[in-house]
C-alpha cells in the first residue's frame, strides 16, 4: 500500500481530524474523484479512520455547489436516521466550512470512515443486491419530503437522455481522433433506438413520472452494507444529488448490478442481463420506497433500466471518440470497452422486456 500521507498532509491540517494521522492510501474503486483512507492515532492508542476526497473538479465544474448539495442533503437524513453508520459525516474544517481549497485549487473533503461496513464492486447474490436496494429506496423514501428545486443541479442535464444522445452525434460528427470509422456497429446500434430516448421526458410532460431528489450514480459501489451482516447501512457518494427520476436511480443500479460481468469484461460471452438480479434489486428497492412511488413510476421502471444502460453505453463511446477525456481510462480501448458490455445489456434487456414488465406490475398498488 502506497503511503500517500504526504499528499494529503497539507490538506487534512485544515479539518478538524483528531488524533495524529499514521497512514493513507489510496481506497475504492471510483472513476471520478481521488480517495483516500487515511488512520489516525489517539493519545489512548484507538485509531479513527476518514476518508480523505479530492473533488474532480474537471466533472464538477460547481464543486462548492456539490459540497452545499451535500450538507443539505446529510442534515436531512441526519434528522430521519439515528444509527450514525446510515448517514455520511462531513468532518469540517476549523473554519466551519465543509471543504477546503488549496493552492493547486484542489477541492478537498473528508468523511468519517463508516466503520464495518464493506461495497460491492460487483454485487454476486441475490441477498445482497437486493440490500442495495434497500438501501437507494430509502434514500428515496427519505428524501421524498426534501424540495428537489432547493438543490443546485451540479451536472445539468446528467440523465437527459435526447441531450446524451446530440452530444454523441456530435462526437461522431467530429470525429476529434479519428476512431468513428472503427465503431460504425456501435454508432448504428445507438442510432437505431433514437425514439427511445425521449421516453421518460415524455412521461414526465404526462404527470406520470414526477421530479424528486435523486441520488444519479446508484451503483453498488455507493451503497455501504454492515460488514458482518451485509444489511443495507449508508449510500455514499453523493455528489451527483439532484433533481430526477425515481426511475433512472432504480435504471443505473440494474444496468451495473444485473451484469453477469464487470461494467469494462472484454469477454462479452460472460456479459448478460441477469434478470433475477433484476427481481431481487426491484424488490429491495420498492421495499425501500415504502409506498412512495406511483404506479406509473413502478411500470416505467424497465424503460429506467434500459435508458441509464444505453445512455452509459453512448456516453463511453462519446468519449472514446473525444479521446478518452472524460472517464478514467487504464488502456486506450477501455472506453470502447465498456461500452460493447452496455449495448451488450441492452440487447438482453430487449429479450426480456415482458418478463420485466410482469414483474414490476406486482408492486402496483
Ligand atoms: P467516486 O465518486 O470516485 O466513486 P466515492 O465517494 O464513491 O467516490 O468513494 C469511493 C469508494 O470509497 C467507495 O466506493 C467506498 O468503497 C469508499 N468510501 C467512500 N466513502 C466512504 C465512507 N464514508 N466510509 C467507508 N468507505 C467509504
Ligand atoms: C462514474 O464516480 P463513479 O465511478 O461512481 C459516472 C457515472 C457513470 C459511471 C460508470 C459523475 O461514476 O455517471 O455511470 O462512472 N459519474 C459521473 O461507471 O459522471
Ligand atoms: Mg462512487
Redesign the pocket.
Known amino acids: 500500500m502506497k503511503n500517500c500521507l504526504s499528499l494529503v498532509n497539507n490538506a487534512i491540517n485544515n479539518f478538524q481530524v483528531k488524533g495524529t494521522p499514521r497512514g493513507c492510501a489510496p481506497y475504492g474503486n471510483?472513476?471520478?474523484?481521488d480517495s483516500f483512507r487515511l488512520v489516525c492515532e489517539m493519545e489512548d492508542g484507538t485509531q479513527i479512520a476518514y476518508i480523505v476526497q479530492a473533488v474532480n473538479q474537471n466533472?464538477f465544474k460547481n464543486a462548492r455547489e456539490v459540497m452545499d448539495n451535500i450538507e443539505k442533503v446529510t442534515d436531512h437524513l441526519k434528522k430521519k436516521i439515528s444509527d450514525p453508520r446510515g448517514v455520511l459525516t462531513l468532518v469540517p474544517t476549523y473554519n466551519g466550512n465543509s471543504y477546503y481549497v488549496d493552492k493547486e485549487n484542489a477541492l478537498w473533503r473528508v468523511y468519517l470512515f463508516v466503520e464495518d461496513s464493506m461495497c460491492f464492486d460487483i454485487p454476486e447474490k441475490t441477498e445482497d443486491f437486493y440490500e442495495c436496494g434497500v438501501a437507494f429506496g430509502r434514500f428515496q423514501r427519505d428524501l421524498t419530503d426534501f424540495p428537489a428545486e432547493e438543490l443546485f443541479e451540479v451536472?445539468p442535464k446528467?440523465h437527459d437522455t435526447v441531450k446524451r444522445y446530440n452530444d454523441f452525434l456530435k462526437a461522431v460528427e467530429e470525429d476529434k481522433v479519428g476512431r468513428a470509422a472503427s465503431v460504425k456497429e456501435e454508432i448504428a446500434f445507438i442510432k437505431e433506438r433514437a425514439d427511445f430516448y425521449g421516453v421518460l421526458a415524455d412521461a414526465n410532460k404526462r404527470g406520470e413520472l414526477p421530479i424528486r431528489v435523486t441520488h444519479?450514480?446508484t451503483?453498488t459501489?455507493?451503497t455501504l452494507l454492515d460488514a458482518k451482516t451485509h444489511k443495507a447501512l449508508c449510500v455514499i457518494?453523493l455528489?451527483?444529488v439532484m433533481p430526477g427520476y425515481s426511475v433512472t436511480d432504480f435504471g443505473?443500479a440494474i444496468r451495473?448490478g444485473a451484469n453477469t460481468a464487470a461494467?469494462d469484461e472484454k469477454d462479452l460471452t460472460k456479459v448478460s442481463f441477469d434478470i433475477g438480479m433484476f427481481t431481487a434489486f426491484a424488490d429491495g428497492f420498492l421495499t425501500g420506497c415504502d409506498g412512495q412511488l406511483l404506479n406509473s413510476e413502478i411500470m416505467l421502471m424497465p424503460e429506467g433500466a434500459k435508458m441509464m444502460t444505453i445512455e452509459?453505453g453512448m456516453?463511453f463511446l462519446t468519449d472514446y471518440l473525444q479521446g478518452d477525456t472524460?472517464?478514467r481510462v487504464k488502456y486506450p480501448e477501455h472506453n470502447l470497452v465498456?461500452c460493447h458490455t452496455q449495448l451488450k445489456l441492452v440487447s438482453d434487456m430487449e429479450k426480456n422486456w415482458e418478463t420485466m414488465k410482469q414483474i414490476v406490475s406486482k408492486y402496483c398498488k
Open positions: 471510483g472513476h471520478i474523484n466533472v451536472i446528467f444519479n450514480d451503483k459501489n455507493n457518494d455528489d451527483t443505473d451495473f461494467e452509459c456516453r472524460y472517464f465498456r
